[in-house]
């Protein structure tokens, strides 16, 4: 007759527990620092175009050359405009000296007064709005910069809306980044102190982070977030659009 037999129960050893190791997915880091890659911006940008449609009549400036705020860039042919202003002033000078007719009359009715001076305000405005049309077949500079581009000539037609000249204030450039990735933009702060290498130049130069920008843009799939960084002084040579790596120091 066979037994079965059951060996006795033994204690287990208890496994223990996998020790965790954490893992930085930030790439971008070194040490202290966020890397990215920049170009080279002005501080200031403006693409103008002529709020009217027409064919220019003159070109005032050249590619390349430094213009003050407020100078005449550009002007269209407006004849029909200029006839407009010349015909309100004269409706002015007109009702101006009808209204200084009644002004000393007393003894006649102050209604008629009245009517003059309604008049008088009433071409003024007209000459304000024919002024302001007028104004719109000119094109001044918003502010002081360089002539970066000029997309038409003498001649050509330029419709409402169409950028006719593109500004730079080259005097004053930025570096602008175009890969930090939104993992590293929220380590990065307004005042931080930025290493900037231009590649060009073969130069090491510092800056400080100006502006974060607020919305995020899309670059190959990845997300990320521009930050501007002003230079500690303007470096000879710079030029729109030139590369640059930069270390933006976060702590």
Sequence with gaps: ??????????????????????????????????????RVVPSQTAEIAFAISGQVKDVYVKEGEVVEAGQTLLALNAPDLELAVKAA???VQSAELEYQYWIPRKDRPPERRAQAEA????????????????????LLAPF???VMSIQVQSGE??????????????????????DLSERDAVNVRVGQSVNIYLEALGKNIAGKV???????????????????????????GLLWGMTAEVQIQIE
Excluded at 7 to 28: D, E, Q, R
Excluded at 120 to 134: G, H, I, S, Y
Excluded at 165 to 174: D, E, P, V
């Design 144 to 146: 002081d910069a360089t």
């Design 89 to 91: 002033e004269l409706a």
């Design 119 to 138: 008049q008088l305000n009433a071409v003024k405005a007209q000459l304000e709005t024919a002024q302001a049309r007028l104004a719109q077949s000119v």
């Design 157 to 178: 037609l330029a419709q409402a809306g169409q950028v006719v000249i593109t500004l730079g204030a080259t005097q004053s450039m930025q570096i602008k980044t175009t």
């Design 1 to 38: 007759m066979l037994t079965a037999c059951a060996s006795p129960t033994s204690a287990l050893t208890p496994l223990a527990a996998p020790t965790t190791v954490p893992v930085s997915t930030n790439i971008a880091h070194a040490g202290n620092n966020v890397s990215a890659s920049a």
């Design 210 to 236: 100006s502006e974060i920008a607020p919305l995020a843009t899309t670059v190959g799939g990845d997300v990320v977030y521009p930050v501007m960084i002003e230079l500690n002084e303007q470096v000879a």
